[in-house]
């Protein structure tokens, strides 16, 4: 017996609703994903820098 692709980690859930989970997920792979406009990829980042991701040590001879 060969494994199942879904698996009902906790509870337990009748054919019916596993075969519903299945639909809504095939439709939902099948769809395709829209593509990002060209201009909406730089409106979303900060136009400032976060200290936070900052390295914590720069030399001395370096400059920003």
Do not use: C, Y
Not at 3 to 23: L, N, Q, W
Not at 29 to 42: D, N, S
Request: charged content about 25%.
């Amino acid at each position: 017996m060969s494994t199942p692709d879904i698996r009902v980690e906790k509870g337990h859930a009748d054919p019916e609703e596993v075969a519903a989970i299945t639909a809504i997920l095939v439709a939902r792979a099948a769809t395709a994903p829209e593509a990002p406009a060209a201009h909406a990829t730089h409106q979303n980042r900060a136009g400032w820098r976060r200290l936070e991701r900052e390295p914590g040590f720069r030399a001395p001879h370096s400059w920003r």
